[in-house]
């Protein structure tokens, strides 16, 4: 079967409802939480004009990759790349190993489609990639981005994800994909239906490897690039270098080269404050009387599926445009709701932790924490969702008094 541009298939699926929302007294540490002061979800953002501009060495016009590409790129309205992008790119198509330590919203994706999307045009059937994200919603963010920059290539690739149907998976990798990318436990679960050979693989990409870690993937990661051929090219993205991501990228990497343009713990340009509230009824009170002060379109982290659905489900009684989205909804329910988002058909997604990354919508203007994330790292990929491509942004807390 041939290709005229870079494919992949997913599938969709509906929602259901609960009455009122009562949370807890008061918020309790689970299993493996940390405890936050209060003090540090609390900063000015930085306006523009105080952040020295960072100019770049190339456009993207210089890179020397396919014209298909480039003339994507330029479709997409592409023409400096972003500090992660215009560092990477050039030390990728040279075919380096390349770790990049950068914030979220900082133009990863693209940093390392571009080179691996030229490296498999130039080398076809000799060469392909894998690409392993944590979550569902990053996978199909990705996927996203390598199928427009892609388009007209000729490339073929799959997503791997759990909570889809299976059936069309296995269709895809019976076309010998070039190109397969998705979460681990559905990429192990492959491996296992031995549906998925990798050790012809020799190209792979780790997006979010800090995030993949903590949430208790690293026997299957390590397992999956102990599948794939040598030699290879790695990149590894990643908001810190841990002692257990520097472990990782050790073992199954080549004299990396890292590429470092993290700027601080969280965005600059996000305004932080905490929301103080006394007892169940003043906390969801005080929601209200938020979502209805202002033109927003916002995130609400809360802590359960069941909390969330419940939120969700309350807003919407109040006549609010809302919609849930966590890991107990199916993938094509997940994948409505963001749909719904995005093209403004509701302007309030109430979402667990598994929204925390891969939510790409560039016009979010606030993220609530309902619930307070389980340690800080999450809060700032949290409140990243806010706050891109320059704009400002705006993340407030739920504290209790």
Partial sequence: MGYNSYTTRRNTGSSSGARHFAPPRRPKMRRGAQYIDPARFVKVATPAAEVEAYVPKHLFADFQ????????????????????????IPLALAGRDVIGIANTGTGKTAAFAVPVLHELMNNKGKSKALIIAPT????????DEFRSIGKGTGLFGTLLIGGANIGPQLRDLKQNP??????????????????????????VVLDEVDRMLDMGFIND?????????????????????EPKVQSLITTFSNDPVMVTVKTGETSDNIHQNVVRYDGSGDKLAKLHDLLIASDMKAIVFDETQRSVERLSNELVARGFKADAIHGGKSQGQRQRALDSFKKNKINILVATDVAARGIDVIDITHVINYSQPQNYEDYVHRIGRAGRAGRMGYALTFVPR
Wanted: no cysteine; net charge positive.
């Fill in 136 to 143: 569902r919603e990053l996978a199909q963010q990705i996927e």
């Fill in 65 to 88: 990759v396919s014209q298909i590409i480039k003339d994507n790129l330029t479709g997409k309205g592409y023409v400096a790349p972003s500090p992660i992008q215009d560092q990477t």
């Fill in 221 to 241: 990661v390590r397992e999956i690039l102990s599948s794939l051929a040598k030699p290879r090219q790695s990149f590894f993205f990643s908001a810190t270098m």
């Fill in 178 to 203: 070039e190109i397969v990318m998705g979460t681990p436990g559905r990429i192990k679960d492959h491996i296992e239906r031995r549906t998925l050979d990798l050790s012809k693989f020799n190209v």
